[in-house]
Nanobody, 127 residues
Framework: QVQLVESGGGLVQAGGSLRLSCAAS????????MGWFRQAPGKEREFVGA????????YYAGSVKGRFTISRDNAENTVYLQMNSLKPEDTAIYYC????????????????????WGQGTQVTVSS
């Protein structure tokens, strides 16, 4: 059974940085898509970025492109979200997620397409 555990959230001032971690276990990830999503109070869950595990390409939402970077530790099945130049608008609960089938990242993934989710970690960016 796939399990995802996020960590690294916290409070940071605007312009600062945080790195989130997602430890994945319980699955064969070669053909999985890994994604990061976020959800602010009163809003729908929003796509942040994703990659297919066997690919070097990563797809980002326009709102974070150039500021956020996804990286990975292949041996440990750990995924990272490095967040730089943070803005108050980035305040949200951040989730990592897995889609069990590999798909080309030609369109923005939807949260409903993902099969497994972590518990989320809170990121708060002050003005």
């Amino acid at each position: 059974q796939v399990q995802l555990v996020e960590s690294g959230g916290g409070l940071v001032q605007a312009g600062g940085s945080l790195r989130l971690s997602c430890a994945a276990s319980g699955g064969t990830f070669n053909n999985y898509q890994m994604g990061w999503f976020r959800q602010a109070p009163g809003k729908e869950r929003e796509f942040v970025g994703a990659f297919n595990w066997g690919s070097s390409l990563t797809y980002y939402a326009g709102s974070v492109k150039g500021r956020f970077t996804i990286s990975r530790d292949n041996a440990e099945n750990t995924v990272y979200l490095q967040m730089n130049s943070l803005k108050p608008e980035d305040t949200a609960i951040y989730y990592c997620a897995v889609r069990r089938t590999l798909r080309p990242l030609t369109n923005t993934p939807k949260a409903t397409e993902y099969d497994h989710w972590g518990q989320g970690t809170q990121v708060t960016v002050s003005s």
